[in-house]
């Protein structure tokens, strides 16, 4: 069964700042990452995914994830945090056409 | 593309009652996923559907729920009857294809009093 972790509620980061979210997960086999952002009484909009390839992945709105295989890692990265950044970010894993399942969510709160 | 569209957005009902919510997915799309977000327990995947078959329903979380894809642009999630602890967002999301990134609609919140 395949599983993903966000060990942190909440990330606090100053506006200007790099941010990192963190994400580790478990699979059998390879893995299909992705991350998402919710914004307040809003859907969940797609960020990244990595499938194969690169393990440095570049997604939307100035985001990026490094897939580390070695630690089974998936961690959410930003040079430069704003304060519109703030949001709740969804981790999610899937095993090839498997269902796709999600972290716990972390809040990240970017101060001015 | 007008994306994932979910109806309605809010429903508030009493305990007992029949809830039916709606989603049509994006056009092309052949996977169809229905989760529910409380903040006790995240998002749980409910049901997903590829050409309009249900493959994985282990997340329904009692027979009072049942899901149906009857045609390509539509599903239903249904609720009979309705208890105070199926309160939450429901959110209806869709997919090129069965291992693609996942769009999802705007929600549609429940409330069962």
């Known amino acids: 069964a395949q599983s993903v972790a966000q060990p942190e509620d909440q990330v606090n980061v100053a506006e200007g700042n790099p941010l990192t979210v963190k994400c580790t997960y478990s699979v059998s086999g390879n893995p299909y990452l992705f991350w998402y952002v919710q914004y307040p009484n809003r859907g969940l909009q797609f960020l990244l995914k990595y499938i194969t390839g690169d393990n440095l992945v570049k997604g939307s709105y100035g985001f990026e994830a490094e897939f580390n295989k070695s630690q089974t890692s998936f961690h959410l990265k930003k040079p430069s945090a704003l304060v519109s950044d703030s949001a709740l970010y969804f981790c999610?894993?899937?095993?090839?056409?498997?269902?796709?399942?999600f972290g716990t969510g972390t809040r990240l709160q970017v101060f001015p | 593309d007008a994306g994932v569209i979910q109806s309605p957005r809010h429903e508030v009902t009493e305990m007992g009652q029949e809830v039916t919510l709606r989603c049509k997915p994006i056009?092309?799309?052949?996977?169809l996923f229905w989760y529910r977000q409380t903040m006790m327990r995240g998002l749980e995947l409910l049901i997903y559907?590829?050409?309009?078959?249900?493959?994985?329903d282990s997340g329904m979380p009692e027979d009072r729920f049942s899901a149906k894809m009857p045609n390509a642009s539509f599903s239903t999630l249904k609720i009979q009857p309705s208890e105070p602890r199926d309160s939450a967002v429901y959110f209806c999301?869709?997919?090129?294809?069965?291992?693609?990134?996942?769009?999802f609609g705007e929600g549609s919140r429940l409330t069962v009093l």
């Open positions: 999301a869709s997919s090129p294809t069965s291992a693609g990134e996942l769009f």
């Open positions: 056009s092309g799309h052949n996977s």
């Open positions: 999610a894993v899937r095993r090839d056409t498997d269902k796709l399942i």
């Open positions: 559907f590829n050409n309009n078959v249900p493959i994985d």
